[in-house]
């Protein structure tokens, strides 16, 4: 059984469609890239998956379990974890403070500690940077805090909206050795990246979404090495 399924989902803004009824798996453990142009419909499928919108049609599932009416703050605590284009750090707060707020659906301090920990263990600045205002970060500095406060509430699954964007490539090869480490230890990962090379570099399987439909899916190795794929995405 998948970890999240969609099945047939259409979402409208208004009149227009934006999600023209897809359906697509990933499975406990992989690392599924969702790739495509821009306005392709990327970011408002991870929304609809989180519960930040409605879909006028069609089903959502994570862990066996019918999560297409249920809000945000629930799927949360059901075990998935979303990293949001554009960092979304709270600039006023600390990075402490930025992490303590990934852990508000745990009760359990000790559970909460051990979670810090990984998290500093992970990435190293922000335990130095911890008392430091999130809005003085640099944009690499925000994405990692961004992904540890998803982290500390120990999801089954993390989306990832566009991890690399803005971002150096040095600091862009950095995001993604932590996201296949997340994925190592024993996260799923579903990917939404411009960068395709690099999605599909660190990827088990992928999907490529086309004006809200998904036109081609496959082992993210072979799509690489498709011709239409290299010249419409890998700029090849």
């Given at each position: 059984m998948a970890m999240l399924e969609l099945k047939d989902v259409e979402v409208y803004y208004g009149m227009i469609q934006a999600i023209k009824g897809i359906s697509?798996?990933?499975n406990e453990g992989e690392v599924i890239a969702l790739i495509g142009a821009n306005g392709a419909g990327k970011t408002t499928t991870l929304h609809t998956i989180t519960g930040l919108l409605s879909p006028k049609a069609g089903s959502i599932f994570f862990d066996g379990q019918d999560i297409t009416k249920t809000p945000a703050h629930k799927i949360v605590s059901l075990g998935?974890?979303?990293?949001?284009?554009?960092r979304r750090v709270f600039s006023q707060m600390t990075v402490y403070?930025?992490?303590?707020?990934?852990?508000y659906?745990?009760?359990d301090k000790s559970e909460i500690d051990a979670a810090l920990e990984m998290v500093y263990k992970r990435f190293p600045r922000l335990e130095e940077r911890k008392n430091q205002l999130a809005g003085t970060l640099s944009g690499g500095e925000q994405q990692m805090l961004a992904m540890g406060r998803a982290l500390m509430s120990h999801p089954k699954i993390i989306l990832m909206d566009e991890p690399?964007?803005?971002l150096s490539?040095?600091?862009?090869?950095?995001?993604?050795?932590?996201?296949?480490?997340?994925?190592?230890?024993?996260?799923t990962v579903l990917l939404v990246e411009q960068n395709a090379k690099k999605a599909l570099d660190i990827a088990d399987r992928a999907y490529v979404l086309e004006t809200g439909k998904i036109v081609t899916s496959g082992?993210?190795?072979?799509?690489?090495?498709?011709?239409?794929?290299?010249?419409a995405y890998l700029g090849e």
């Amino acid at each position: 059984m998948a970890m999240l399924e969609l099945k047939d989902v259409e979402v409208y803004y208004g009149m227009i469609q934006a999600i023209k009824g897809i359906s697509f798996e990933v499975n406990e453990g992989e690392v599924i890239a969702l790739i495509g142009a821009n306005g392709a419909g990327k970011t408002t499928t991870l929304h609809t998956i989180t519960g930040l919108l409605s879909p006028k049609a069609g089903s959502i599932f994570f862990d066996g379990q019918d999560i297409t009416k249920t809000p945000a703050h629930k799927i949360v605590s059901l075990g998935m974890a979303h990293v949001p284009e554009g960092r979304r750090v709270f600039s006023q707060m600390t990075v402490y403070q930025n992490l303590k707020m990934g852990a508000y659906t745990r009760s359990d301090k000790s559970e909460i500690d051990a979670a810090l920990e990984m998290v500093y263990k992970r990435f190293p600045r922000l335990e130095e940077r911890k008392n430091q205002l999130a809005g003085t970060l640099s944009g690499g500095e925000q994405q990692m805090l961004a992904m540890g406060r998803a982290l500390m509430s120990h999801p089954k699954i993390i989306l990832m909206d566009e991890p690399s964007m803005g971002l150096s490539p040095i600091l862009v090869n950095e995001i993604f050795d932590i996201i296949r480490s997340v994925n190592e230890a024993g996260t799923t990962v579903l990917l939404v990246e411009q960068n395709a090379k690099k999605a599909l570099d660190i990827a088990d399987r992928a999907y490529v979404l086309e004006t809200g439909k998904i036109v081609t899916s496959g082992d993210a190795k072979e799509l690489m090495n498709d011709d239409a794929i290299k010249k419409a995405y890998l700029g090849e």
